[in-house]
């Protein structure tokens, strides 16, 4: 079904799609970007975040995500593509006996993780989860699997189901039209998915997967 949580503080960031590929070589940043290292996160702003520092914007996605999934403490919840772990110190601040874990491929981000939730926090691919079978009340997934190849995709979706029990909640990027599919062709430094809702709503059926869904553009 689809929700929006992440469209809550999407557009609170401002940007210059034109100038991120006439100002440098946007190839050659990109190649800086998918280090997942310092670059990215705390570099210049042309190769990733520009800095990407906690500062508590993820609060109301948290406390959507509690109410609408019914969280209480005592239960586990996954994020793949955990960054430094901001959402899931939100969510402990919320409900500080709940069970987070996180997954990223990045060891810089995991490095950098809140204190709170860095012993939680896995280095690993969204393709292999190291957890076992219907073990976590929610996994969520936040602007990760869009830097995932097709391929990458199959196995991520299903081991996604797999280790959750029900309930899930994936945000990838999409795009609606011709101006959409530009700017996010410009902005983009990581991803590899560049599909239309149309298609990543094939991509799931067809992987069984029955989780929440947002998409977000960049218009």
């Given at each position: 079904?689809?929700?929006?949580?992440?469209?809550?503080?999407?557009?609170?960031?401002?940007?210059n799609?034109?100038?991120?590929?006439?100002?440098?070589?946007?190839?050659?940043?990109?190649?800086?970007?998918?280090?997942?290292?310092?670059?990215?996160?705390?570099?210049?702003?042309?190769?990733?975040?520009?800095?990407?520092?906690?500062?508590?914007?993820?609060?109301?996605?948290?406390?959507?995500l509690?109410?609408?999934?019914?969280?209480?403490?005592?239960?586990?919840?996954?994020?793949v593509?955990?960054?430094?772990?901001?959402?899931?110190?939100?969510?402990?601040?919320?409900?500080?006996?709940?069970?987070?874990?996180?997954?990223?491929?990045?060891?810089y981000?995991?490095?950098?993780?809140?204190?709170?939730?860095?012993?939680?926090?896995?280095?690993?691919?969204?393709?292999?989860?190291?957890?076992?079978?219907?073990y976590?009340?929610?996994?969520?997934s936040?602007?990760?699997?869009?830097?995932?190849?097709?391929?990458?995709?199959?196995?991520?979706?299903?081991?996604?189901?797999?280790?959750?029990?029900k309930?899930?909640?994936?945000?990838?990027?999409?795009?609606?039209?011709?101006?959409?599919k530009?700017?996010?062709?410009?902005w983009?430094?990581?991803?590899?998915?560049?599909?239309?809702?149309?298609?990543?709503?094939?991509?799931?059926?067809?992987?069984n997967?029955?989780g929440?869904?947002?998409?977000?553009?960049?218009?």
């Amino acid at each position: 079904m689809l929700k929006k949580f992440v469209s809550l503080v999407h557009k609170s960031t401002k940007r210059n799609y034109l100038a991120r590929v006439n100002s440098v070589d946007k190839s050659q940043v990109a190649k800086k970007a998918i280090k997942w290292g310092y670059d990215y996160w705390d570099g210049s702003r042309d190769t990733g975040y520009g800095g990407y520092y906690y500062d508590g914007r993820w609060k109301k996605v948290a406390k959507k995500l509690i109410k609408n999934y019914k969280l209480k403490n005592n239960m586990k919840v996954l994020d793949v593509g955990c960054g430094k772990g901001f959402l899931l110190h939100d969510l402990k601040q919320e409900l500080p006996s709940l069970n987070v874990y996180g997954l990223d491929i990045s060891k810089y981000a995991l490095q950098k993780a809140l204190p709170d939730v860095r012993k939680n926090c896995k280095l690993g691919s969204a393709e292999k989860l190291p957890f076992k079978s219907n073990y976590f009340d929610l996994v969520i997934s936040i602007n990760t699997l869009h830097n995932l190849y097709n391929y990458q995709l199959v196995n991520a979706l299903r081991e996604i189901s797999r280790v959750g029990k029900k309930k899930s909640f994936i945000c990838v990027e999409a795009y609606r039209n011709e101006k959409e599919k530009m700017n996010l062709l410009y902005w983009q430094l990581t991803c590899r998915a560049f599909f239309t809702p149309k298609e990543w709503k094939f991509l799931f059926k067809e992987n069984n997967f029955n989780g929440d869904f947002e998409f977000i553009y960049f218009s």
